[in-house]
């Protein structure tokens, strides 16, 4: 055997072994990129995952966001229309005239008188407006006087030192409570659904 035959076969060897290399390494390469492509493409629909929970959280906030406005508007407009109603409300016994408003001031009077029994100087408070027929009304009680305006719709507020007793028997601290005691009523009534 010849030294260029042995050269020749160490060659051959060496481009056999180079080819077994090469696609070993291609074998390999393709390998990497089927893996890198799975993996890709797992990464890319996690990702569409994600994104579609993430949109999906975002629109039920929206949704929950623009229910809570609708809400607080429908409130709101609640509010502002039980707030006209109660406005002419306060208006209407605010006009109540003639001897409705006598009876009224009257029947106010006589509890508030209650509490005062034997008390020598009692003093009464009214609208302005009512001056007069408060006092006609306290002429019938000994030792009641007309003390000066108070700011109200009408009735009284009756007061002595001696009693150290306060009573407020207005229009608007009946309003109030007739008010609250049937405001659910009210709302219902004006809103029913």
Do not use: H, P
């Not at 090469?22 to 993996?39: F, K, L, M, P, Y």
């Not at 966001?65 to 209407?92: C, F, H, I, M, Y």
């Not at 008390?119 to 006087?145: N, P, T």
């Amino acid at each position: 055997m010849s030294l260029d035959t042995v050269v020749e076969d160490i060659r051959d060897e060496a481009r056999a072994r180079a080819e077994e290399i090469r696609e070993e390494g291609e074998q390999r390469a393709e390998e990497i990129v089927s893996d890198a492509e799975r993996d890709a493409e797992s990464i890319r629909e996690e990702a569409e995952r994600e994104t579609e929970r993430t949109i999906e959280q975002e629109r039920e906030q929206r949704l929950s966001s623009a229910k809570l406005e609708a809400k607080q508007a429908r409130l709101e407009a609640r509010r502002s229309v039980l707030g006209e109603v109660r406005e002419e409300a306060e208006a209407a016994v605010a006009d109540i005239g003639g001897e409705t408003r006598e009876e009224l001031t009257r029947a106010l009077l006589e509890t508030a008188a209650t509490e005062f029994e034997g008390v020598d100087s009692v003093r009464v408070y009214g609208r302005a407006d009512d001056r007069e027929l408060i006092e006609s009304i306290l002429e019938e009680y000994e030792g009641f006087e007309f003390a000066g305006e108070y700011d109200c719709l009408g009735g009284v507020v009756v007061e002595s030192d001696a009693s150290r007793v306060r009573v407020n028997n207005t229009f608007d601290s009946v309003f109030e409570e007739a008010w609250e005691e049937n405001l659910r009523e009210i709302s219902d009534r004006l809103f029913e659904q």
